[in-house]
């Protein structure tokens, strides 16, 4: 068996119907994942989703499900690029993202266990992680950060090939899909109405309102939210120019028994330092759920279990010829500063895009955040649109190979 274990493994799955005809709503919000669920949520009643596919059927469904904390940047890196008034404030947005995705997986069955441990793949980097954790301390009150040795952290992952690294106990991992579903239904309990097998096409502004054309109807409404991550259309305008689509692989393997209990002693996340990381975690039945690979061009390659299992190898040798039961790819969206793209691109339409890895806890607040701008308040969605994402070089025609060759070589890097 391949493909997605998520889609194996998560059950009740809403069933609901496309969009037909023309319909009224003040917010109009494209995409039925973590960020346009969460947007979903806050509106309620005032809400019309409009889903491609199905509900989290892009990367909200087929990501790690590992839950970092904080922005995908550290907050030093913050400090000398925004400041530290805003550093904070992020800090605290941040924060609040948490208490809210604890408020989810609290009410959502979705398989939520704490723990992200972050292990470094080369020797030496102890007095960072220490700088980092002080910093994190003393200066945000953050004490949920701990270092951990290189024995210490080979006895609790069972592999040796890493150097020591910390743990975040503020973090950890959930089954993504499943929480999904669970959000979808929560919006639709608050009175929004969400259409799957719908594809917004465009959207135009008639007379004060935005209508939004679909392939089996329209919507007219007062504010529109995008939300397509590292799928967005020609709706979004400008912004598909500081948001690059990228492909990441997983792999499951067979339940492994006892040999489970000598694999992430604590039930943690793992992710390592490289570049293109390793990202690892068990499941609740015992198996490795183990990402690692991407590739920069459209399609997925035909052997993804193959390609992840090189990656698993190099991590757990021992488990080399363990048996895969589910691989499938994913499409994310990165930026060049890696921190998420948020702003209004006209008057009244707004996108979210190019959490670059980051999305699980951030987006549904995100969402939350454009709910409120939708709705007047827009402070939370304004300190986000304060984030440096410059334009990929090269315009249209030449950002891709220019990208991809700058990928590749970081990638190289982690060989060295």
């Not at 709503?25 to 994942?33: I, K, L, Q, T």
């Not at 009643?45 to 989290?56: D, K, N, P, Q, W």
């Not at 800090?91 to 995705?101: G, H, K, M, N, T």
């Amino acid at each position: 068996m391949m493909g997605n274990w998520y889609e194996s493994t998560a059950h009740d799955r809403p069933d609901l119907p496309p969009l037909t005809g023309d319909v009224q709503a003040e917010v109009c919000v494209v995409g039925a994942g973590f960020t346009g669920l969460g947007a979903a949520l806050a509106l309620g009643s005032r809400a019309i989703v409009l889903e491609a596919s199905r509900v989290g059927g892009a990367a909200t469904g087929r990501n790690g499900g590992q839950v970092h904390t904080g922005q995908r940047r550290d907050q030093a890196w913050l400090e000398k690029t925004v400041g530290r008034d805003d550093a904070l404030a992020l800090w605290r947005l941040a924060e609040d993202a948490r208490a809210r995705f604890k408020t989810l997986t609290d009410t959502i069955d979705c398989d939520w266990r704490p723990g992200m441990i972050h292990a470094r793949h080369k020797p030496n980097g102890e007095a960072e992680d220490a700088d980092h954790v002080a910093l994190m301390a003393d200066r945000y009150g953050y004490d949920q950060l701990a270092l951990i040795d290189e024995a210490d952290l080979a006895a609790e992952l069972g592999t040796d090939v890493y150097h020591g690294g910390l743990i975040d106990r503020g973090g950890g991992h959930v089954h993504p899909l499943k929480l999904a579903f669970g959000m979808a239904r929560a919006a639709m309990a608050a009175g929004a109405v969400v259409h799957e097998h719908t594809r917004a096409e465009s959207w135009t502004r008639q007379g004060g309102r935005i209508v939004v054309e679909t392939t089996l109807g329209r919507v007219t409404c007062d504010q529109l939210i995008l939300s397509g991550d590292g799928l967005l259309n020609a709706m979004a305008g400008g912004a598909r120019a500081r948001v690059m689509p990228i492909n990441n692989f997983i792999a499951v393997t067979a339940p492994l028994g006892d040999l489970a209990e000598t694999i992430i002693r604590s039930n943690a996340a793992v992710a390592d330092s490289r570049f293109v990381v390793n990202y690892f975690r068990k499941t609740p039945d015992g198996r490795l759920l183990f990402g690692g690979g991407e590739n920069y061009r459209p399609g997925f390659p035909s052997d993804i279990a193959g390609m992840v299992r090189k990656n698993l190898a190099k991590v757990y040798p021992r488990l080399a010829d363990v048996p895969i039961t589910h691989a499938w790819g994913g499409t994310l969206g990165i930026t060049m500063s890696r921190m998420p793209f948020v702003g209004e691109i006209a008057p009244g339409v707004r996108a979210a895009s190019g959490y670059s890895g980051q999305g699980v806890m951030l987006a549904p607040h995100v969402g939350k955040l454009l709910a409120d701008a939708a709705l007047g308040e827009t402070g939370g969605a304004d300190l986000l649109a304060r984030l440096p994402t410059p334009p990929f070089p090269g315009g249209r025609l030449l950002r891709w190979p220019l990208t991809v060759a700058g990928l590749t070589w970081y990638a190289l890097r982690d060989r060295l």
